[in-house]
């Protein structure tokens, strides 16, 4: 019941300048993924700035991405929230809007038990009927989705099939791998460890570097599932000075910052992100200098 496998892009949702959602720039975008073999596009997540659109707006975003893909690729629809009510609300009318999956992120500032965190994630995929992937990213919600908790839920819950981890740490990963026996489709949730994630029998990444390279993105995976182990990782390797300045400042003011720079108009931040520092863009264009997307 996988999604996707491989190099899946968390897109940035382009504004204008002032303050709209930008939905000419977002169709170039969505076009452009496309046309580089991008593997899914994943909608309204933390690059898509979800945490500052209204409901109205993120359900928009999820509309026109899902309508504009048309089915070339897998559509997942970021509708995680720290209410489990509305997660159930935004699940429910992007499941109506024909996307392939969601991704649910662990709900943050309220620092709820596993247990809680079971019944959240139960609650909402059980009002579903489309795939779900869980999203542990501790470092932004405070909250650590265990690989027993992960297990639980892909085992007892039909439509859970697999987590974004982006922790950042490896020996957890490893753990849930050795856990999961298969059950549990992970996915790489930081663009320096896809290499890693894949060894450990993971099926693909959800990337912020997909932005701005998703051919070479898409190509670490497919190398390293077509049995090129050496060359994704070379991929990988080359990546890594343009993985740090994409993550210099807090996500995704770096990946807007270099789209903007390649001529895409992802346009503005909006508050509380502001513009990159100049030192920090400075260090973002050498990085995409030196990878070759400038």
């Known amino acids: 019941m996988s999604i996707f ?15 709209e959602v930008n939905y000419e720039s977002f ?10 073999g991008t593997d899914a596009i994943i909608v309204c997540g933390t690059t898509g700035e979800s945490s500052t659109l209204s409901h109205e707006e993120h359900l928009e975003v999820i509309r026109y991405c899902t309508e504009k893909v048309a089915h070339r690729v897998p559509v997942v629809a970021g509708t995680g929230s720290n209410s489990t009510e509305t997660a159930v609300y935004l699940s429910t009318e992007a499941e109506k809007f024909g996307v392939d999956g969601l991704l649910l992120v662990s709900p943050y500032y309220n620092k709820a038990t596993q247990n809680g965190l079971y019944t959240h994630f139960k609650t909402i995929a059980d009002s579903v009927k489309i795939p779900v ?23 007892d819950v039909e439509n859970i099939v697999g987590v974004k981890e982006a922790s950042g740490n490896i020996s957890q990963i490893a753990r849930l791998a050795a ?16 290499v890693p994630v894949l060894s450990l029998g993971g099926i693909g990444v959800i990337s912020v570097l997909s932005n701005v390279a998703p051919k070479e993105t898409h190509d670490i995976c497919e190398k390293y599932f077509n049995g090129d182990s050496k060359g994704s990782t070379e991929l990988q390797l080359k990546a890594m000075e343009l993985c740090d300045a994409l993550f210099c400042e807090v996500n995704p003011i770096p990946v ?12 503005s931040l909006r508050l509380p992100l502001t513009e990159m520092e100049e030192a920090n863009a400075a260090k973002l264009e050498k990085a995409m200098r030196n990878f070759g997307i400038l």
């Open 5 to 19: 496998k491989g190099a899946g892009v968390a897109i940035v949702t382009p504004m204008k300048e002032n303050g």
């Open 27 to 36: 169709a170039k975008l969505i076009e452009f993924q496309i046309a580089n």
């Open 179 to 194: 856990m999961a026996k298969g059950k549990v489709d992970i996915y790489s949730g930081n663009d320096d460890q896809i």
């Open 133 to 155: 992937i869980l999203y542990n990213v501790p470092s932004r919600t405070g909250c650590n989705i265990l690989p027993e908790t992960v297990v639980r839920l892909c085992s």
């Open 256 to 267: 807007k910052k270099a789209l903007n720079l390649m001529g895409k108009e992802a346009g």
